[in-house]
């Protein structure tokens, strides 16, 4: 499967799925239903945890990635962006990390699957999805003691590497280490994939994703595009990229410094463009589809998809423009950084 995604890579560029938070909107669960019954009794209120959803409703998992894959998606990304020890802590379900990862990456492994046996020109991939948490290493939460961390590095590497090895365990094909606001988060996550490829004796393709948080072009601990990318190339990957907080038009130069920078694969999923008043999405398909010509136009990605307000929708009008394009080239020897 590793031999797969890089083959597919070198022919064409890869689709991503859309949001997964945005089509499980449509859904209106309540209370109840996001609780289930074997959460029935549960003594906090769950609403809101959408990991949980793979456990209690996972046939409504399997529908939006069943869609995303129907848009024209290659990858869908597993329902756990905030499946780690830290980001269950907010809801007291630390216990059930493994269950939640092995769960997902097993749900969306089975509709990939069966897409691929449909199109085998056309193999489909599960991505197992590593959000950043909801902690950061780096800054303090404080503002009267800057000195201060909620989180240690080993608290974080300790947490990634569960959360791996569940997603492996459930057969994900490859990882992705997303949303990264804090980089010092992702060097964890990095590490404890490292770790695991080793003590498996396996190469696992992993794909990185920042987000750059303002006009400013930094991240949230103040790395520019080109630190962000330095900070990770020690590390083999997949691919590197953004993802979230801008949308495709406001991305653009972003993706500019790493695509002549870099000699590995370069990833997109923007937002819908940015958030309105009442914080929703208005970018229309037809609209995010033509900004995202301008990447193609440029060479820029490898890999493109869709964050937040997404929908398959988006995926497919997003598909039909980059099947028209050949995939950006991947060098053989390193661009130098300068």
Do not use: W
């Given at each position: ?22 089509m499980l909107q449509r859904y209106d669960f309540s ?308």
């Amino acid at each position: 499967m590793n031999n797969n995604i890089q083959k597919a890579l070198q022919k064409r560029i890869l689709i991503l799925d859309g949001a997964m938070g945005t089509m499980l909107q449509r859904y209106d669960f309540s209370e109840e239903d996001f609780r289930g019954e074997r959460f029935k009794d549960y003594s906090t209120s769950v609403k809101g945890n959408n990991d949980l959803l793979s456990l209690t409703q996972p046939k409504a998992i399997a529908e939006v990635h069943a869609k995303y894959f129907e848009a024209g998606a290659d990858i869908v990304e597993t329902n756990t962006f905030s499946s780690t020890t830290i980001a269950m802590a907010d809801y007291g379900m630390e216990d059930l990390v493994y269950e939640l990862n092995f769960e997902s990456a097993k749900i969306a492994k089975k509709v990939a699957q069966e897409f691929t046996a449909k199109e085998p020109h056309k193999p489909r991939f599960v991505a197992g999805a590593m959000g950043p948490t909801n902690k950061t290493a780096s800054m303090s939460p404080d503002v009267n003691d800057p000195g201060f961390r909620a989180i240690s590095f080993e608290q974080l590497r300790t947490a990634y590497k569960q959360q791996a090895e569940a997603l492996l365990d459930g057969g994900a094909d490859l990882l992705l280490v997303e949303t990264i606001f804090d980089t010092l988060n992702a060097k964890a996550a990095l590490f404890a994939i490292e770790e695991v490829k080793a003590e498996r004796e396996i190469q696992v393709p992993i794909m990185v994703s920042g987000t750059i948080t303002d006009a400013s072009g930094r991240t949230l601990s103040g790395q520019t595009a080109e630190a962000f990318l330095i900070s990770i190339s020690h590390i083999p990957l997949l691919s590197v990229g953004f993802n979230c907080a801008l949308g495709a038009k406001q991305l653009t130069p972003h993706l500019e410094i790493i695509a002549n920078r870099t000699n590995i694969a370069v990833s997109a999923y923007p937002n819908a463009g940015l958030p309105n008043a009442f914080g929703e999405y208005d970018e229309t398909p037809s609209q995010m589809a033509s900004q995202i010509t301008e990447y193609l136009d440029k060479q820029l990605v490898n890999i493109i998809g869709g964050c937040c307000g997404t929908t398959p929708e988006h995926i497919e009008a997003i598909s039909k423009i980059a099947e028209k394009y050949q995939p950006r080239p991947l060098m053989l020897e390193p661009k130098t950084i300068v």
